[in-house]
């Protein structure tokens, strides 16, 4: 891809991404890194890949730094938001991406299952903008995006049962952005963005045959890539999508067509 470059679009704002250490995640932190945001990177585990991050866009004249927390638990995404306002300041660009996958046949996937990748993937959604919201609301100024998956909108390409929970918690996510994007305007936007097979650690076990079986069904013949998709939020982010909110914007290369 093109290097976008430094806009300063952003400049004198807090940017918060969780599950920022790698992929998607921190595509996106150094995007917006790039527009002049200072970037609180979330982690729940992999401290060596969150410093990687912060590392990159240190290296690049931005600013970061790395939070650790578990977005489902409310108690520690409250504390992690505390410490980012008063490291870098209080959360104008929120990106909540942090989300888990299992691999769940709907006939013998366990409640146990099921309930951890609604905790992760829909409650960690929920409670980090519940926790910025009021500030945003405050201020007169909130911009939201919230990950979701392809799979929240039809069913895996690969097997109908195989992400069962994920693709029903991804869709979940779809209809939080709507409800929050009416609730929270005119001052806080809301958005989302569905992406499809994407070359990430998450997509790294997709055999060979499945992988030549996605790329042939996409009109654009690839999987995505992370700065791909963070690119497109960042536009959602920015002012250039100054009349857009409520919106779960498709990024799969093709692969379906939903109105």
Known sequence: MTDPGTD??????TALVTGGSRGIGRAICLRLAASGARVAVNYAANREAAEETRAAIEAAGGTAAIYLAD???????????????????????????????RSADALSMTAETWREIMRVNLDGTFHAVWRAKDGMAARGFGRIVC????????????????MFAYGTSKAAVIGFVRQCAAALGPAVRVNGVAPGYVETDMTADVSDEAHERLTAAA????????????????????????????QTHIADGGTKFVP
């Open 219 to 246: 009109a654009l013949k690839r999987f995505g890539q992370p700065e791909e998709i963070a690119e497109l939020v960042h536009f959602l982010l920015s002012e250039r999508s100054s009349f857009t909110t409520g």
């Open 71 to 101: 977005v489902g638990d409310r108690e520690a995404t409250g504390a992690m938001f505390d410490a980012v306002e008063r490291d870098l300041g209080p959360v104008d660009l929120l990106v909540t991406n942090a989300g888990i996958a």
């Open 147 to 162: 990950i979701s998956s392809v799979l929240g909108l039809v069913p895996n390409p690969i097997s109908t049962e195989r």
């Open 8 to 13: 300063g679009e952003f400049e004198g704002r």
